[in-house]
């Protein structure tokens, strides 16, 4: 069983750019929810994708926006990036899109320069 | 979603159970109690959630008070990797709300 994996690893990109960041799911899994961690804090929820569709969102700007595609795999993309966009972006997975176990990723570290 | 409170952080002897304390007086009816911890550099890592009744798995055990107003996770016998920020969640929706945590330090 191959675990929730995330890529890149580390990411350096400079104000005002676009980012994707790219999730597996574990196997078997259709729900994959993103957090944004930033440095000393707790995870915040960004947003969760059931079965391809926006499943609930977090308090953070439309600039950050998602996709699921039909393998489950999922993709954050974050626009016009501000320096305070740089933490650690966490990757879940679980089964269903209510109380659930979710599975993390290693997460990519972004620094926004 | 209702809000928790925890120890900014709490030491341990290694061994010895680790008691970890969560207050969250404001849930409901149907909200669930999880927790996770994050060992640094890692992702978090799910450990265990129940809703009235207390519950026990290969990690640890999850005790909730009768009126649901707080909980305790306990480590039954702590060792040095389980050195880790733990957070106590309370939800209902599909989003985890993770708070500042409890950092634990095991010791020697």
């Known amino acids: 069983e191959t675990g929730v994996t995330q890529s890149p690893t580390h990411l350096i990109k400079t104000r005002g750019q676009q980012v994707t960041l790219r999730c597996s799911s574990q196997?078997?899994?259709?729900?994959v929810s993103w957090y944004q961690q930033a440095l000393g804090q707790g995870p915040q929820f960004i947003f969760q994708y059931y079965r391809e569709e926006e499943n609930g969102r977090g308090n953070f700007p439309p600039r950050f926006s998602g996709l699921q595609f039909p393998n489950y795999s999922s993709e954050l993309n974050v626009n016009a990036l501000e320096l305070d966009d740089s933490a650690l972006y966490l990757c879940?997975?679980?089964?269903?899109?209510?109380?659930?176990?979710?599975?993390f990723g290693p997460g990519t570290r972004l620094t926004v320069t | 979603d209702a809000k928790t409170t925890q120890p900014t952080s709490m030491d341990c002897a290694e061994g010895r159970a680790a008691n970890l304390p969560c207050n969250h007086s404001?849930?409901?009816?149907?909200?669930?109690v999880y927790w996770y911890r994050q060992i640094h550099s890692q992702g978090p890592q799910y450990i265990i959630h129940?809703?009235?009744n207390n519950e026990t798995n290969e990690m640890a055990s999850l005790i909730i008070t009768e009126d649901r107003k707080s909980s305790t996770l306990i480590l039954p016998h702590a060792t040095l990797r389980d050195t880790a920020v733990y957070y106590c969640i309370v939800r209902k929706h599909n989003d985890m709300r993770f708070g500042a945590g409890t950092r634990l330090t095991v010791k020697p």
């Open positions: 879940a997975s679980s089964l269903g899109q209510g109380v659930y176990e979710q599975y």
């Open positions: 404001t849930i409901s009816g149907n909200e669930y």
């Open positions: 196997s078997g899994h259709n729900t």
């Open positions: 129940g809703l009235k």
